[in-house]
């Protein structure tokens, strides 16, 4: 019987040709047991939305000539609306055609300095104050100045006689409404620039104006004729200036109203804004 031979154990030809199948195998099990990351939003915030900024000519609160809008108010609505993340566009207009706008329904729109009276509460919505005036004056010829100045009150001096003459369209506060309701006075109304109005007192066609002490001061100090002729006197009983508010379109929604109001608080306590104020009142 032949003896059994057994063969000598055969190595492999490569140590590493042998640890590859289990280098596979953890490279499987390592990436089955790796937490899955998460993947990075690469979208870019919104861009703010366009909001129309109406301005009509009304210095020194805000001007609007061919070649530019500004003023006091307007940089006040233009700082705060960017801060509310809006994109403002500014388009220039007359007070009356602006409210005609609004009335229609502005989609998404604001007007800078308005009064808010009841009447228009129902066509638009109001954010603010925006500013709040030095208290309002009356307008008269110099030679006159001692009328306005011995009348005990607002209601005698409107019950002398004196022919007012007031802008057409606009609000001169809820003290000069009631008074003139209790006289039974019925103002001159016209839609003249401001200028032209005071020059009918000084023409002699009218007597007295009210208007805000910031714009009767710009008005005389800027026009010499009107400056010589006429004088400001304070209104008999002091009634405070009404605040001027930003006038918002229905259009624009509860959430942006919000915004905006906060940046208007915001607004109020910044150094920029003190200074506006100041340049209004140096008037």
């Not at 998460?38 to 703010?48: E, I, K, M, N």
């Not at 009404?242 to 509860?254: I, Q």
């Amino acid at each position: 019987m032949a003896p059994h031979r057994v063969r000598p154990h055969a190595w492999p030809r490569s140590f590493c040709a042998c640890l590859r199948p289990l280098g596979i195998l953890l490279l499987v099990l390592g990436a089955s047991a790796a937490p899955l990351r998460p993947v990075l939003a690469t979208t870019s915030a919104p861009a703010p939305r366009e909001i129309t900024v109406y301005v009509y000519h009304r210095p020194p609160f805000f001007t609007a000539t061919p070649e530019s809008q500004g003023g006091p108010l307007v940089e006040m609505t233009l700082i705060a609306l960017e801060r509310a993340d809006l994109k403002p566009r500014l388009v220039t207009s007359t007070f009356t055609e602006i409210l005609a706008t609004f009335r229609a329904g502005a989609p998404f729109a604001c007007v800078p300095g308005v009064y808010r009276t009841p009447e228009r509460e129902s066509f638009a919505r109001f954010s603010g104050p925006l500013y709040v005036p030095l208290p309002p004056v009356i307008v008269v010829r110099r030679a006159d100045a001692g009328l306005a100045a011995s009348a005990r009150s607002l209601d005698s001096l409107l019950a002398g006689g004196l022919r007012v003459v007031l802008g057409d369209g606009y609000w001169y506060g809820g003290w000069l409404a009631q008074a003139l309701q209790r006289t039974g006075t019925s103002p001159t109304r016209t839609r003249q620039e401001n200028a032209l109005m005071l020059r009918s007192i000084v023409d002699g066609t009218h007597d007295i104006s009210f208007m805000s002490h910031e714009e009767a001061a710009h008005l005389l100090r800027t026009h010499p004729d009107l400056g010589t002729n006429l004088t400001l006197r304070p209104v008999p009983g002091n009634p405070v200036g009404d605040s001027r508010y930003l006038m918002l379109a229905k259009g624009v929604d509860a959430a942006t109203v919000a915004r905006i109001d906060m940046a208007l608080r915001e607004l109020a306590e910044t150094p920029r804004y003190r200074e506006l104020v100041r340049s209004l009142h140096h008037e």
